[in-house]
């Protein structure tokens, strides 16, 4: 069994940084996909950022240049660096882990943890 836990959330101005972690308890290696997925309320969840075994990454294309996704194996934790956020970037964040690559579609994931939220003001 794998358990993820998020951190890092809060509330930051337009412009700000955030960092989120996800710490992985239980049976998990670098050969976890992982990636990071938000939803506002009364959305669909959607896949932010994504990170393989290998460290290749992908992004949805409104964070590119922005977001950047990371993993510490020696640590079981997966981060991801929010830089220059937007209003639009305001959801709760959540990550999830799996053996299968199902890149930024939120179907598939074994493993989701309980979210971290983040708010951007002006």
């Known amino acids: 069994q794998v358990q993820l836990v998020e951190s890092g959330g809060g509330s930051v101005q337009a412009g700000g940084s955030l960092r989120l972690s996800c710490a992985a308890y239980?049976?998990?290696?670098?050969?976890?996909?992982m990636g990071w997925f938000r939803q506002v309320l009364g959305k669909e969840r959607e896949g932010v950022a994504t990170?393989?075994?290998?460290?290749?990454?992908r992004y949805v294309e409104s964070v590119k240049g922005r977001f950047t996704i990371s993993k510490d194996n020696a640590k079981n934790t997966l981060y991801l660096q929010m830089n220059s956020l937007k209003l639009e970037d305001t959801a709760m964040y959540y990550c999830?882990?799996?053996?299968?690559?199902?890149?930024?579609?939120?179907?598939?994931?074994?493993?989701w943890g309980q979210g971290t939220q983040v708010t951007v003001s002006s």
């Open positions: 990170i393989d075994g290998a460290g290749s990454t």
């Open positions: 999830a882990a799996d053996l299968r690559d199902y890149g930024l579609t939120t179907r598939g994931y074994k493993y």
């Open positions: 239980g049976y998990i290696d670098s050969y976890y996909y």
